[in-house]
Every structure is written in C-alpha cells, then in structure tokens.
C-alpha cells in the first residue's frame, strides 16, 4: 500500500451462523496489503452494523492474521474501568505482537451510558482519568494515581504491554477539549469523515494549543471515510460524504485520498456501507483499482 496507509473497517452486519466470516474478511485484508482493520465500540444494536466489543473481536482478529494492525475505531474509555482497559489493551498488546492501536473517545450514546450506570455528563472527565490512569500502569511498576475516578497504590498491572509506553492512543473527537486530549494523552488524532481542508484544521488547531512545545509534530494523523465502490450496491446510507462523490470512481477516490494525504492524513480506515458478502469484493476493487493510482 502507499504512503497514505489504508485500511478498512470491520463495520457490516456478519451473519451470526457463520462468526468466522469477520475473520475471513480480515485475513483477505492482510493478504491485499492493507494496513489495518477496525471495530468500533457499540454496547446496544445500532441498526448500522457489527455491534461486537472491539477488543474481543479484535483478539480473535490477531489470532487470525500475522502482520495487520488492529484499530478500535473507537473504544468509549469511559464504558471501562481504567484498571479493566489497561488490562485488556496491554492483553491485546502481548498478544497481537504490539500491532493494537487503542483508538479512544468519549461516547456520546445515552441509552448505553444509562445501561452502564455512567453519567454521560461525565464523559469527558472520566476519559482524562482512564487514560492518565492506564498510561501510569503501562509505564510503571508498581503506578500510583490518584484521580477524581480512579485510585491506584502500588499497583502493578497484571501483564505489562509490549509495545514501550503502551500500544498507541489515536484520540478521536473535533471538539478542542478533545484535541487538547490528544496531544495530553494521544499519541495521534483519529477523525471521522474528514475532508482536506478539515485535516488541514486540526492540523493548525493541534499546533495553536500545543504552543511552542513542538507537541504536535510528533502526532500521527488518522481518520476514517466513507465508500461504497462502483458496482457495490449499499447496505446502508452513508453517514458523511462518501469518498469520489456519489458517483465514484478509481480516479476520484484516489484524488479524495490524495488531498487527504497532502493535508498531512497518514492513515485512513474506509468505512464500507455495504452487505457482509460485498466486503471482499469492496476491498479487492480498492487493492486493484486505487491503491496503486496513490504511489
């Protein structure tokens, strides 16, 4: 694949009597050259697609590919308890090889913050608190933290991660408060459905509130878009504007991920609205016909 790293998100309703279908789907992946696949974090149906826990799925996900890196696209930190989701991801992190990237945001769902028992006027605060509170775990032992929801004395976490510092935290969200999450906690930005000149914004945004530090230049860029290939019938309405317009073509997708990669977009996960038996055909029709119009 280009520079511009691609990958695709596991998103489609796969059918329940065949649960290896996901898998199948993620090896092809692999062997097409993508980069990465995704699963996003859904507790209650969603109508929209695969509503699995994202760090299940993408354990199973690991045990099945060798080389993909597995995104959650994106986890709500504060549906877990800091100590459970320092676990999990450094589990998934041990186990994966150190190719987990702990995508994260604040949720929004509240039906699902009621049924967890989490105030959703919360969200905000109890992400900070998560992530400060698994970075202390993932960085030292024994970790001592003290925060408004999480208390840790000389805690030494039950599998440390692989990947030094922990598997890398992808911060989603447009807002300035979520930005200034990233650059605090995040060791990139994840988007949804952002254009040229909204990567361009974030872009500038991350760097007037880094300051002079030089913070946002170690940031990765990264946002998920969306795509229904030519000849692909699809499933459901996309959620943004779609990728090439609403007639695509290998052209105009290229030239879509082109200006995303110019604005300074290094990873991007295409978000297929499309029926779990079109997914292979989607990816090798981007494989064949775009990914080689971005080198």
């Not at 970075?135 to 840790?152: E, M, Q, V």
């Not at 935290?169 to 459905?193: E, P």
């Amino acid at each position: 694949m280009p520079l511009l790293r691609l990958g695709v998100s596991l998103q489609p309703r796969w059918p329940l009597d065949d649960g290896a279908g996901v898998l199948r789907a993620a090896l092809h992946a692999e062997e097409l050259g993508f980069d990465h696949v995704a699963v996003g974090n859904r507790l209650l149906d969603s109508g929209f697609g695969l509503d699995t826990d994202p760090l299940v799925l993408l354990s199973a996900v690991a045990g099945a590919t060798t080389r993909l890196r597995l995104l959650t696209s994106v986890l709500v930190a504060p549906y877990y308890p800091a100590l459970v989701l320092a676990n999990q991801a450094a589990t998934l992190d041990v186990v994966s090889g150190g190719r987990l990237i702990l995508g994260v945001g604040t949720g929004w769902n509240p039906d699902e913050f009621a049924a967890v028992g989490v105030s959703a006027r919360e969200r905000g605060a109890r992400t900070d608190d998560h992530l400060a509170a698994a970075k202390a775990l993932w960085t030292r032992r024994p970790a001592d933290f003290d925060g408004p929801f999480t208390t840790l004395h000389a805690a030494h976490l039950g599998v440390p991660p692989l990947t030094a510092g922990g598997p890398p935290v992808w911060v989603g969200g447009h807002s300035d408060a979520a930005l200034r999450r990233a650059l605090r906690f995040g060791d990139g930005w994840y988007g949804t459905g952002a254009d040229a000149a909204d990567v361009s914004d974030v872009r500038r945004r991350l760097h007037d509130l880094a300051g002079g530090s030089g913070n946002a230049d170690r940031m990765t860029l990264a946002s998920a878009a969306f795509l229904t290939p030519p000849g692909v019938p699809a499933e459901v309405p996309p959620p943004g504007r779609p990728l090439g317009g609403a007639a695509p073509t290998a052209e105009s997708v290229a030239d879509d991920l082109g200006r995303l990669a110019e604005a300074g977009l290094t990873a991007c996960t295409l978000w297929l609205p499309v029926a779990a038996e079109h997914v292979g055909k989607a990816m090798e029709w981007v494989a064949a016909e775009v990914a080689p119009r971005l080198t």
